[in-house]
């Protein structure tokens, strides 16, 4: 199929490059045929004008010495073309050559020469039918033969494109595979042309990419082990405390603080670039309605149909309660969580995102306005992150009749 | 996060080897695994671990994987060579890299840190029935005859758990052994990763699936590689001849 789109594509390289050598291939073939054909045609009138001059010359000694005419022969000025006529009397020659002419048509074409016998023009024509078939056979050759040689020349020239067209199309495949993350693609091409530079770039870029991702991925599970551990000590030991008023308040602290530590690691792996879907055919409502579930938090929930979507059900869950979450924490139950198609709805009655949230995005450590209470902003960061993730699209809005919605589009099941 | 609860009707005399070298983690995850009744033996370091285990008489092992002098995937890897007790690994990184690698030295499950000690308990709880399952069950069902399966030329005997290849006697660890029951219930039948999840590790919601990804790979080191079938997409499979 991908073949067929690529071959009837007009706008290929590859057709451009046929279109180039049968244009290069017409103009050279015109020139020539031009050129020949204006040659053969002057040969062709001056053999004829000298064969007229003969014939005309054979014919005044006959008529002189006998008197008598051929056919071919014309003594009435009346029958002579207008121009022949003309042309003799224009004569300035002193040596009293003959004069010629070329009558075309529009009966057999004629060659005419003429000259003046005792004050009287007297003229002969030769037949130039023969002439005229055998230059308009030459012209058919010449075009027929032109034809056949285009007739090769393109297709063995689109050809000849395919070459370069192909490792073309392996540096843009790679460089997509790039883009798409992969960034184990390299092209491996070799060669000293301009192809072979533009794929040489490609991979060194890859190669860059590569590195740099590596390297905050390192940092990002270097960070994440530095935090960890002695937060793991913290968890496990503030568990061993005696029950009371204290501990609870060392425990909340434990826990706010565990919590902030891995929301923060979540957007340094996402902004690495470290994180990738696992994606399988879920069954949305019901995915959606378990998630809600396990937040704790309360949220009207309403499915249109048994909609199945292609994603990542861990990453989803954590979009879901982060939409949640934030709803709760800065807007005003009850909070609506909709289902339609591939589409997940999360809207609260309270003030709504603010301005510059609706403007900018989400900004971490900013929740911008008082009026959205406390947090640390991270929860959108993520959610936004996480979305871009499973290739889904999230978009913030404020509705006209108040309230904040949060609208994810999960890409449909294949 | 809650309290550690001293429960009632301790486990007999399970014993937990745990090697970590952050001496606080250590220490607490000891006193808090001891306040379930298990019993904790520690080591700070790879090789010291190494040595505890060869000692003898641990029932789980729970590894941390950035150790001194022999990392905890090292010592996973040297553990199996000869044995094939539960092995829980505790990752701080929880990268990737970490996780493959500790699951394809024959570590049966992974947490990240840091891990509360009641999902800590039911990881190694998870680990144990699967263990104690291999145990327990041969007197159980010892009377039954026709509890041999075969499968081309693997046979897996259901009721005296034992598993031989052309007539060769198969070690497999708890989790694979309970992972190749799984399928040998279900010959055939496409099994999906969250559901050997659920019914083989005990995950209550979506848990990791490269676990089921990197067991079904060892697993298919000992039996034969093309005895389970990848369905792309979907899960695993079986292949009955």
Not at chain 1, 17 to 26: G, N, R, T
Not at chain 1, 282 to 299: E, F, H, K, M, N
Not at chain 2, 131 to 138: C, K, N, Q, R, S
Not at chain 2, 149 to 163: H, I, K, N, S, Y
Request: aromatic fraction near 4%; charge should be neutral.
């Amino acid at each position: 199929m991908r073949t067929v789109r690529s071959l009837v594509n007009w706008r290929s390289l590859r057709w451009k490059i046929a279109l180039l050598v049968a244009v290069a291939c017409c103009a050279v073939a015109l020139t020539v045929g031009l050129l020949v054909h204006r040659s053969t045609l002057e040969r062709s009138m001056n053999d004829g004008a000298a064969k007229a001059v003969t014939a005309l010359s054979h014919s005044v000694e006959r008529y002189a010495r006998e008197g008598t005419s051929e056919p071919g022969d014309e003594l009435d000025p009346g029958a002579m073309p207008e121009e022949l006529l003309r042309r003799l009397h224009e004569r300035k020659d002193p040596a009293h050559n003959p004069v010629t002419w070329y009558d075309g048509g529009p009966h057999a074409p004629r060659m005419w020469a003429a000259t003046s016998y005792r004050g009287e023009p007297f003229a002969v024509y030769a037949d130039m039918t023969p002439d005229l078939l055998t230059r308009q056979a030459l012209d058919r050759h010449m075009w027929k033969y032109s034809l056949v040689v285009l007739g090769i020349v393109v297709p063995v020239s689109a050809l000849a494109a395919e070459l370069p067209h192909r490792r073309l199309r392996r540096v843009a495949r790679t460089a997509r595979r790039i883009s798409d993350g992969d960034l184990a693609a390299r092209t491996g091409a070799g060669g000293g042309d301009e192809i072979s530079a533009i794929s040489a770039t490609v991979d060194a870029m890859a190669d860059s990419l590569h590195e740099r991702l590596l390297a905050e991925q390192r940092f990002t599970a270097d960070v994440a082990h530095e935090l960890r551990t002695p937060l793991m000590g913290l968890v496990t030991a503030s568990g061993l405390l005696p029950e009371g008023e204290a501990t609870d308040l060392v425990r909340d602290r434990v826990a706010v603080l565990r919590n902030l530590v891995e929301e923060l690691l979540e957007i340094s792996r996402l902004d690495a670039g470290a994180e990738t879907a696992d994606p399988r055919p879920v069954p949305l409502a019901a995915v959606i309605r378990d998630s809600l579930a396990r937040t704790g938090l309360g949220a009207r929930f309403t499915a249109h149909g048994e909609p199945w979507a292609e994603t990542d059900p861990r990453r989803l869950d954590r979009i879901v309660a982060n939409l949640v979450a934030n709803a709760h924490r800065h807007g005003r139950a009850p909070v609506e969580v909709e289902v339609t198609g591939t589409t997940v709805t999360v809207r609260d009655h309270g003030p709504g995102f603010p301005a510059h949230l609706l403007a900018h995005g989400p900004q971490r450590f900013r929740t911008g306005a008082a009026e959205r209470g406390h947090g640390h902003g991270l929860g959108l960061t993520i959610a936004l992150g996480q979305a871009r993730v499973i290739g889904a699209r999230l978009d913030l809005a404020n509705s006209p009749d108040g309230g904040a919605v949060a609208v994810l589009r999960l890409p449909a099941a294949p | 996060m809650s309290a550690v609860p001293v429960p009632e009707g301790r486990p007999a005399s399970v014993s937990i080897l745990l090697v970590e070298d952050d001496e606080v983690i250590r220490r607490s995850v000891a006193l808090a695994l001891e306040r379930y009744g298990y019993q904790v033996a520690t080591a700070g370091d790879g090789l010291t671990g190494l040595e505890r285990f060869r000692e003898g008489g641990h029932d789980v092992l729970l590894l941390d994987v950035m150790l001194p002098h022999l990392d905890g995937v090292g010592l996973c890897r040297r553990v199996r060579e000869t044995s094939t007790t539960p092995v829980l690994m505790m990752s701080a990184r929880g990268d990737a890299l970490d996780v493959v690698s500790g699951l394809e030295a024959g570590a049966d499950d992974y947490v990240v840190k840091p891990v509360d000690t009641a999902v800590l308990v039911a990881r190694i709880r998870s680990l144990l029935r699967r263990a104690t399952f291999a145990a327990d069950a041969p007197p159980v069902e010892a009377a039954r005859k026709d509890t041999v399966l075969v499968f081309g030329d693997l046979a897996v005997d259901t009721a005296g758990l034992e598993v031989s290849r052309g007539g060769e006697p198969v070690a497999l660890a708890p989790t694979e052994l309970r992972l190749l029951l799984e399928f040998a219930a279900n010959p055939g039948i496409v099994l999906d990763r969250q559901t050997l999840l659920r019914t083989v590790w005990d995950y209550g919601w979506e848990g990791d699936t490269r676990v089921v990804d990197l067991c079904v790979q060892r697993l298919r080191k000992k039996i034969g590689a093309d005895r389970i079938e990848t369905v792309r997409g979907f899960g695993y499979k079986l292949r009955r001849t």
